[in-house]
């Protein structure tokens, strides 16, 4: 099993920042695709950011390219730890984030086919 425990949310004002980060624990032997997520009130839970293992490659909603940066933790190779630096945050990004990770082998920043997700943080932007 593997845990994801996602910290940062709160409550920022519109054009502000907020930095969400995502740590992966259990049976975590290796790094993984690890992506976030997002559900407004009364919405479908959508896709906003996805790295790939190797850190080589991500992937961005075109809602919120040039503003969010997903990372991960490059110090430790067995650390999935990943992080989403958001930016000129808008009303519109309000909404519960997840954090999800993705058993493949296959390097690749993903949209879909994760198998594991956190319980999520809340991610406020009053106008």
């Known amino acids: 099993q593997v845990q994801l425990v996602e910290s940062g949310g709160g409550l920022v004002q519109a054009g502000g920042s907020l930095r969400l980060s995502c740590a992966a624990s259990?049976?975590?032997?290796?790094?993984?695709?690890m992506g976030w997520f997002r559900q407004a009130p009364g919405k479908e839970r959508e896709f906003v950011a996805a790295?790939?293992?190797?850190?080589?490659?991500?992937?961005?909603?075109d809602s919120v390219k040039g503003r969010f940066i997903i990372s991960g933790d490059p110090r430790d190779n067995s650390k999935n730890t990943i992080y989403l630096q958001m930016n000129s945050l808008k009303p519109e990004d309000t909404g519960r984030y997840y954090c999800?990770?993705?058993?493949?082998?296959?390097?690749?920043?993903?949209?879909?086919?994760?198998?594991?997700w956190g319980q999520g943080t809340q991610v406020t932007v009053s106008s």
């Open positions: 999800a990770l993705d058993l493949s082998t296959a390097a690749k920043a993903r949209r879909t086919g994760y198998n594991y």
């Open positions: 259990g049976r975590t032997f290796r790094r993984y695709n």
């Open positions: 790295i790939d293992w190797s850190g080589g490659s991500t992937d961005l909603a």
